[in-house]
């Protein structure tokens, strides 16, 4: 085992691109020919359902498999459909880890102690079960809220230190109205910042108990491309940790916008998308041939696009 | 159906006071005799961790059920066993609405715009299903952290105005570093105040769109019992707004430290406590009713004192 920011690293390096595809299961919005053969092959509800979620991420897993380093599950989506949803989460978890991709899960979760503690035992560590320790869900990487604050953070620091794995703090999300709490000018040591500045600081000082022999840390941040010029900042405020890059594509973040999210290596962010690839169909009968060939067409146009923008860039696409 | 608030209201008058149980599942700290008994039925690990988890709850809300007007899940620890945990999560919630116990879980989500809106179809409103709504986890309540800005919430409080639901935002949360970003002064304009009256000022904002007939809202709060100065000012900051109060009991809140989270007509509050009552047996080898009967001391006993402390009470033990 290697330190997660190593693993990520080599990935980038192997795939030659920061592109990351995110996976948001959303049935309706699936191709008909998932729908129909999960459909046909029979069964209650739940086992459509959970039929309909992981062929459908085990054809785009199939299809993009060599052309990113990682991908990224979003946990609201799967559990919206309920347990049919999770244990499809985990079948998606699997098959990425079967095709060797660093397996990041946007949870978003945090609590305080013990309760924190629960959450990276099941996302990041083990949990002892009857005695035995078991890994649960078992990622390489998990997105943590940072509003309860620095005790909140340490169990899954704790849990990154132990098992090799990650996390991604939020610093500065890509909403619009992210303004309306991240941006507040918070007044530290008599200066004005705003709070994602604060939560930088935090997030940069833990950063820099984990770093790898690449040069960057397990401790990661989550920064919207929707924001350039406080990605900016928060580049030289976290200069150790690699950011996580919502917001390029269906959310209206160009390749412009996230090169701030970069140091001047070419490195240091992971550029997220996931509509843009997976759904916004030309036809719901498209069939499952020309789906694959669809998803490969926009991730490398995605790769060519970021690297083309990434100044002084080692990877290119 | 009523609005939230008011059946929320009408469980604590019914019950006579707002002390509620946390269900946290720790199978460790069990009584042997739930962990055998789950053993004694074979089957998988699986179904063994459901069953322990599952028994086990019933034995508490049985036990419970007519001394408090709602019990509060944290996710985290039916999360940490896996699909077992959440089977049994459901399991739990279905036991606690046979009890007409409102149900509140505390699992601290957010995210943006279309995902909020997938948790908020995950446990307060519906999913689409293969063309059929659907109730997922379908809970009374859910926490959320507000972290991501005011749009965030919105897909939630929307969910709460349709389908009748309530969520409490973390505003000031009970462990020793929520100060590290809680209490961050924060300009405004002119004037420095904490960052927690901030986020107060965005409850209220969104309470005063969904008070009931009792006067209190459905967009409740989350503030901690283990800070009584900042309670009293978050208390005249949002009115309308429910507390949901942790940290009484193992996290060190007393009865006279929770009399702040109140307003002065004896409610706007409910108390929770999770190991202090369901856990620290005093052998493990504590008998089925034994462990009922402890149970009820223990949650009489908080009753008692937390009725003994609130001013001007309409609620007393």
Redesign the interface.
């Known amino acids: 085992m290697t330190m997660f920011a190593d693993r990520l690293m080599a990935s980038i390096e192997k795939k030659n691109t920061p592109c990351v595809v995110g996976l ?1 299961p959303r ?2 919005s699936m191709p008909d020919v998932v ?1 129909e053969s999960a ?1 046909n092959k029979g069964g209650s ?1 739940e086992e ?2 959970r039929r ?1 979620i992981t062929e459908f991420h085990e054809i785009v897993i199939d299809a993009i498999a060599d052309l990113v380093p990682a991908v990224k599950l ?1 946990a ?2 799967y ?5 049919p949803g ?2 499809a989460m ?1 079948d998606t978890i699997a098959i990425a880890r079967r095709h060797d991709l660093v397996v990041i899960l ?1 949870a ?6 013990s ?2 503690a ?2 990276a ?3 990041l560590g083990e ?4 005695g035995k320790s ?1 890994r ?2 078992d990622v390489d990487a998990l997105t943590v ?8 953070l340490l169990p899954f620091i704790r849990a990154c230190e132990r098992y090799e794995k990650g996390i991604f703090i ?1 610093v500065k ?10 941006d ?5 040591g008599g200066r ?1 910042s705003p ?1 994602f500045s ?2 930088a600081r ?1 997030v940069d000082d833990a950063a820099s108990r984990l770093v790898g022999t690449c040069g960057y840390s397990s401790i990661g941040a989550v920064v919207g491309a929707t924001f350039p010029t406080q990605a900016l900042q928060l580049r030289k405020l976290m200069p150790r940790s690699v950011f996580l890059v919502p917001g390029y594509g269906s959310q209206g973040g160009t390749a412009k916008d996230v090169v701030a999210c970069f140091n001047s290596d070419g490195l240091g962010a992971i550029v997220n998308a996931s509509r843009s690839i997976t759904y916004n169909l030309p036809a719901p009968e498209i069939k499952e041939q020309a789906f694959a060939e669809l998803l490969r067409k926009r991730v490398e146009t995605m790769r060519a696009d970021i690297a083309s923008a990434i100044p002084k860039s080692t990877v290119r696409a």
Do not use: W
């Open positions: 948001d049935i309706d729908v459909r509800e459509i359902v309909c979003q609201a989506f559990e919206q459909y309920g347990l999770i244990v985990q946007d978003k979760r945090n609590d305080i102690d309760t924190a629960a959450y035992s099941a996302y949990t002892i079960v009857l078991r649960v869900f809220s940072p509003y309860l604050g620095s005790d909140s939020l999300t890509s909403n619009p109205e992210s303004s309306s709490i991240q507040l000018q918070v007044n530290e004005l709070l604060a939560v935090l």
